[in-house]
Structure formats: C-alpha cells, structure tokens
C-alpha cells in the first residue's frame, strides 16, 4: 500500500447520514400542530432502517405515523467511516407538524447527551457545547472519536474520554447481527464558577 493511499485512509472523517427530499413526507403523516424529533438509523446503501421518537409535542398516533413514513425511505448520503467508505449511522430529525417554523425552536431545546462540569472555560463562558461523531462497534463500544466540524480541538478530546457506555447501544443490520455505526453525541461542558 503506498504512503498517499495510508495516508488518505487516515485522513477520513467519520460523518453521519443526511436527510434526503423524500423526508419531508413525514410531515405530512403529522396530523397535529407541533414538532417531532425523531433519530433514524439509516444503512450504508442509504436505507431508513428504523426509527425512534426523541421528544414529541405530538400525539402518539402522529408519532407512529411519522415513523413508518420514514422507513424504508433513502437518506441523501449514507454515514461515512474511519476508512472513508458508506456506513450505518444514526441521525437526528425535526419533524414539524402542520408549522414548520417550530422545527427551529424545538431543536435547540434538546439535552445534551453528556453533560461535563469543569472548572472554569475560556473568556468566562458559562458553557460550551460541541459535537462529536463517535464510530461505534459492533458491541456498541467506542471505536473511534472526533469533533463533529474538526475545530473543538482540546475540548473534543476530554468529551471522547467521558462519554457514558450506558450512552450507547448495538445496532442490527437488515440481516439481523449487530453492525458497527457512526452517530453524533452533543456534549455541554459547563462551568459552574462562572455562574457564581
């Protein structure tokens, strides 16, 4: 193996799928006003494998509705690995039911997944979230780790070595045996000094 292809190979970000045109019907199967936000798993052929409601202001017949519209569906781009090929990944969507201008609200309002006190952050910030796309294994352990836009340097690196196994979960394939996947975590770091 040549220098340029290893090195390449090792230059490959991880990303996670995005959404494709045909995702927009699942606002339609919303029979209500008010926002879903939903987490697909999407396969490397770009296949919405399955769906699971994250928090909804809907009821439960337009959560389930929004749900099986979006199966089977084609995200717009597969996740993509460490060795920069298509992958299974799991992605966050808003779903808005009949005002759209609440999908933008909602969004912002979701909890981090991990929450890290720290002493103090730079400039005196109160917080500091950022996002990471983690590959997990086949065992749903960690297998590889990076800020999701490649600029959270030092705090992208003490969020990879916090995160909670109880975080994550194995994923079946279409064939049923587990299957290692890329999905992004948020994580706030806060610094309790600076609200003092």
Known sequence: MSTTVLLSMMAASLAVPSSGPTFTQAAMAARGSGVAVVELFVSPEREVLD??????????????????????????????????????????????????????????????????????????????????NVMLDESGKIARCEAANGSAGGFAKAACGSIDQKLLRVRKGKDGNAVAYVKTITVDFVSRQAAL
């Not at 979006?70 to 690995?81: E, F, I, P, W």
Request: net charge positive; glycine share 8%.
């Open 51 to 132: 769906c699971k409601i994250v928090n909804s202001e809907l009821f439960k017949k337009d959560n389930e509705r929004i749900c099986d519209s979006l199966r089977g569906k084609r995200a717009a781009k597969a996740a993509v690995g460490p060795d920069g090929k298509p992958s299974y990944g799991a992605l966050i969507y808003v779903v808005a039911g009949s005002d759209a201008a609440q999908a933008n609200s909602l969004k912002p309002n979701l909890q981090p997944d991990v929450e890290l006190d720290v002493a103090s952050l730079p400039e005196g910030a109160r917080s500091k979230t950022i996002s990471l």
